[in-house]
């Protein structure tokens, strides 16, 4: 990175709210709320600093779904905004307020919010009806399945290797204070195949958990980051890729296997690194199967070795890859889709050097977000700066 | 409560009228030749918005399978076989095939489509394996 390039986009604050399978005196607007101003507090702003808001609104007051309803409570007119939840969180929200801040549309971007959806009707999955979906049971375990299954089927990717990511993930949840899960295992690959089934090749613990919670940051240029407390991390690269919409149609492996690759050769291109370089993966953890197919994508392996190298402790945080050291959302949190921002904020306490389970030395870090089985993919590089 | 019942859209009316006929059409487009599904505002080959419903023979191979031991609600009986069928004549789609055992539904496996009612109104292209007879009757 240029220290002359006034404009990089780099992350100043972040901040997680408490994150639990049940939040029963939390409503989703004060989460969001908080979610905000700490991330304001850590990034050492106040809230007229801030010119852009990719933060949910979800009322009551305003108007909920309208972004600009933030500019009444930031005490401020805003020059960049979203209505949309998807636009509001992880990497796809970074890399948009990320595009704003380098092209100069806005100085200072909060990304985040909170979407309570564990208290909606029905499923986990698209939110409105799907015709040729819904009246089979094709939910999100059963349509992540059927991918996992088919790479199995092509590849011998077997459910130990499987229920190996998912030991090694929820053992960093284990002892992850902030983890939904702090406390609960350690777990052995033998504790997850023994585990209930829930849709083959899934079993219960091979599966992510559903809770509540909210989460924010703050993306501003790096000139601006000069003086503030925080050493800034740098959005080194990003790449975007989007197959299709949410579970209409079932995931392909044959269409979705690869889903993330070109997008992820653009982010590592962009940064100028390999994926050799990165030091710590924050990556979408909905089962253990979809970590498997990220390890290929991403570079780290080829199309169906994915398998074994998770198997080999090459994802812990003492291995060549780690991945997730905060419990992910196998064991920290899944909160609907603020979980992709929590992805960024582990990354970024890891290039500061103040996460729970620190990478020794982190500089580079990659956040890959996902979804629905996966039919997209949004990976963002991120760098630590002094 | 009871499983979700399709509420036919004006893309998809002609496929459940067809259903509850006993026949499989799905979405085939003249200007490219493709088959498709599920049904789109416009083809996803060339964006052509003038596709039609074409017949199906109803046999094909399994893509892919999952045993669902959990269902996202209630009106299912589980374990059933989830699966993604390649039809022989064009078009991919999603359904359950009633082997009896749903272990028994693997990658490969050779279907062909059983219609059950599910309602007066919905018929649901169900899939059996091929040469062997539907192992059981309407729900």
């Not at chain 1, 015709?131 to 991918?147: C, T």
């Not at chain 1, 229920?163 to 406390?183: D, K, Q």
């Not at chain 2, 999952?66 to 064009?90: E, M, N, S, W």
Request: glycine share 12%.
């Amino acid at each position: 990175m240029n220290p002359a390039d006034r404009r990089l986009p780099v992350v100043v604050g972040v901040y997680a709210t408490e994150q639990a399978l049940s939040l029963p005196d939390r409503d989703a607007m004060d989460l969001a709320l908080e979610a905000v101003s700490g991330a304001l507090m850590d990034a050492g702003l106040a809230p007229s600093d801030v010119d852009g808001a990719q933060v949910d609104w979800p009322g009551p007051g305003g108007v909920p779904g309208e972004g600009s309803s933030w500019a009444r409570v930031l005490g401020r007119d805003l020059r960049w905004t979203s209505d949309s939840m998807l636009d509001n969180a992880g990497s796809r929200g970074l890399l948009k307020a990320a595009a704003a801040v380098r092209a100069g549309f806005a100085d200072t971007v909060v990304v985040g919010g909170c979407r309570l959806v564990s208290r909606g009707t029905g499923p986990v999955g698209a939110g409105v009806a799907l015709e040729f979906a819904d009246v089979w049971g094709s939910y999100v375990v059963a349509q992540f399945a059927l991918v996992a299954a088919r790479h199995m089927h092509e590849y011998g990717t077997t459910s130990r290797q499987l229920a190996e990511v998912a030991a090694t993930i929820r053992n960093n949840g284990t002892t992850n204070p902030e983890a939904m899960m702090y406390g609960r295992g350690p777990y052995t690959a033998d504790d997850v195949l023994a585990s209930r089934m829930v849709a083959t090749p899934f079993h219960l613990l091979d599966c992510c958990i559903v809770g509540e919670g909210g989460a924010a940051l703050v993306v501003t240029t790096a000139e601006r980051a000069r003086d503030l407390p925080h050493p800034p991390v740098a959005v080194l690269g990003g790449g975007m890729q989007y197959h299709q919409a949410a579970y209409a149609n079932p995931a392909l492996y044959r269409e979705v296997g690869g889903l993330g690759r070109p997008a992820a050769e653009r982010a590592y291109a962009m940064a100028g690194i390999g994926p050799h370089d990165v030091d710590v993966f924050s990556l979408y953890d909905p089962n253990s199967f979809e970590v498997i197919r990220q390890l290929e994508i991403l570079g780290l392996c080829g199309e169906g070795e994915g398998g074994p190298l998770a198997a080999s402790g090459a994802i812990a945080v003492g291995g060549k890859h780690p991945v997730n050291p905060d419990g992910g959302c196998l064991a920290y949190a899944w909160n609907g889709t603020q979980q992709m921002t929590l992805k960024v904020v582990e990354a970024v306490r890891q290039l500061r050097g103040t996460a729970v389970h620190q990478v020794a030395g982190a500089e580079l870090a990659v956040v890959g977000n996902a979804g629905s089985g996966a039919q997209h993919y949004e990976m963002s590089v991120l760098g630590r700066m002094r | 409560m009871s499983r979700p019942v399709p509420v036919p859209t004006q893309l998809s009316r002609p496929f459940w009228e067809a259903a509850r006929r006993g026949e499989l059409v799905v979405p085939h487009c003249p200007t490219c030749g493709l088959r498709f599904f599920v049904p789109e505002p416009a083809c996803p080959g060339c964006m052509a918005r003038d596709w039609r419903y074409a017949p199906s023979a109803g046999r094909g191979t399994v893509y892919s399978v999952t045993v669902v031991h959990r269902a996202p609600g209630p009106g299912f009986d589980t374990p059933f076989a989830l699966a993604v069928i390649d039809l022989d004549d064009g078009a991919t789609l999603l359904a359950h095939v009633d082997a009896g055992d749903p272990g028994d539904v693997v990658i490969g496996l050779r279907v062909h489509v059983d219609f059950r009612a599910l309602t007066d109104e919905i018929t649901l292209p169900y899939f059996v394996p091929e040469n062997r007879p539907s192992p059981s009757i309407t729900e």
